[in-house]
Structure formats: structure tokens, C-alpha cells
């Protein structure tokens, strides 16, 4: 079975400075890496997807995620936060078409 | 334009009652969903149907069921309602089942019973 997990519930980051959202993943396979994010009272957005290739993956609203297969992680970045990014980060894996979620981290981004 | 739609948006209702939630999408997507977000925030794949057909029918009480007229909707009835039944609901739709493809989801829909 597959699995991913959040180890911070909670990122606290001034607006400027570099972010960081963590994850690690455990599945047989080739793993299929996703990130959403979800606003307040919002459905999930998808930000970016690691499939195969580069183990450096870009995607909406200047996030960017790095791909680690001997660390199983693919932790989230963004190079300077900005205050409307503060939301809950969702990192995901697929395995044989079903998504599971970890357990999300929210990132507040302080003015 | 909507790319996944959802009604109602909030939906009170007492115990042991029969609801259910509609969910649309407009994008020609051929796999849909129904996930459950917790007061935790977690979330958890309910069902997936793919052109129509029930593909993922995860550990979910019967009283659920959910139905797919068409590729571009799929609802969720619910009965007899219970208070652990109060989260909120996300419909999501994506390009095919393969494990590759992103997931497109609506606002959610808020159901709390009392």
C-alpha cells in the first residue's frame, strides 16, 4: 500500500524568505508525486507532478518540488514566500489510479 | 466557467435523514470522485467511477451510494443520516484513471447533521 507523509502540521515563514513543505512517500513502484494546495473554504488546487523525468519539478504560482528517490521525498519550495500563499499544502501519491493524501500542512506566510 | 461544479454548497440537516449531493464536471473528463475531508482536514477517497462504471468503492458505510447518470455527473445520496457523517464532501473529476493524471476538484460541499 501506499502512504505519504507531512511531518509539520504547521509552517510558519516571513514574507521574503524561502519556504519549505515536507514530504516522504512509501510505495512499491514508481511513485506518481502530486502537491494541492487548499484555500480557506476552497476545493483542492493542483500545483505540480512528478511522474518520471527531471527531479526537479515547476508548477503554478512559482512552487517548485525536488523529486529525492534515496531520501523518498519530494518536498515542496518556493524561493521567496509571498503572504497570499498561506493555505493547506497537500502532498499525494498514486498507485494503480487512486490518490492518497497525506495528512497536510499549513503554511502561514507572515507579513 | 466551473470546471467541477457542486450542490448544494451547505446542507444542514437532521439525524436519520436522506440527502444527496450532485456534482458535475464540464472539463470531458472520463474519472470521477468523491472524497471526505474530515474536521482534521484529512481526506479520503470515498468512490471513483470511470465512464460510468464503479472502478474504487473504498470502506464506506452502505448508506451511501453513489450514482453516475452520465461521465459528467456524479452524485452521492446519503441515508439515514448520522452525526459522523458531518464533513464536507469534494467531488473531483480527472482526464482518465491512470495513476498520472491530476484530479480537478469542486468547492465542496459542507453537509452537518444534527
Known amino acids: 500500500a501506499q502512504s505519504v507523509a507531512q511531518p509539520e502540521d504547521q509552517v510558519n515563514v516571513a514574507e521574503g524568505n524561502p519556504l519549505t513543505v515536507k514530504c516522504t512517500y512509501s510505495?512499491?513502484?514508481?511513485?506518481?508525486l502530486f502537491w494541492y494546495v487548499q484555500y480557506p473554504n476552497r476545493g483542492l488546487q493542483f500545483l505540480l507532478k512528478?511522474?518520471?523525468?527531471?527531479?526537479l519539478v515547476k508548477g503554478s504560482y512559482g512552487f517548485e518540488a525536488e523529486f529525492n528517490k534515496s531520501q523518498t521525498s519530494f518536498h515542496l519550495k518556493k524561493p521567496s514566500a509571498l503572504v497570499s500563499d498561506s493555505a493547506l499544502y497537500f502532498c499525494?501519491?498514486?498507485?494503480?489510479?487512486?490518490?492518497?493524501f497525506g495528512s497536510g500542512t499549513q503554511l502561514t506566510v507572515l507579513p | 466557467d466551473t470546471a467541477v461544479s457542486q450542490t448544494p454548497k451547505y446542507l444542514v440537516t437532521q439525524m436519520g435523514n436522506d440527502k444527496s449531493i450532485k456534482c458535475e464536471q464540464n472539463?470531458?473528463?472520463?474519472?470521477m470522485y468523491w472524497y471526505k475531508q474530515d474536521s482534521k482536514k484529512f481526506l479520503k477517497i470515498m468512490f471513483s467511477?470511470?465512464?460510468?462504471?464503479?472502478?474504487i468503492n473504498e470502506t464506506v458505510p452502505n448508506r451511501f451510494s453513489p450514482k453516475s447518470p452520465d461521465k459528467a455527473h456524479l452524485n452521492l445520496h446519503i441515508n439515514s443520516l448520522e452525526l459522523g457523517d458531518s464533513a464536507v464532501y469534494f467531488c473531483?473529476?480527472?482526464?482518465?484513471?491512470?495513476?498520472?493524471?491530476?484530479?480537478?476538484f469542486g468547492p465542496g460541499t459542507r453537509l452537518t447533521v444534527t
Open positions: 473531483a473529476s480527472s482526464q482518465d484513471r491512470g495513476s498520472s493524471y491530476e484530479q480537478y
Open positions: 510505495v512499491s513502484g514508481n511513485p506518481y
Open positions: 512528478y511522474i518520471t523525468g527531471d527531479n
Open positions: 499525494a501519491v498514486t498507485f494503480g489510479g487512486q490518490l492518497t
Open positions: 472539463l470531458g473528463h472520463d474519472t
Open positions: 467511477y470511470n465512464n460510468k462504471e464503479l472502478i
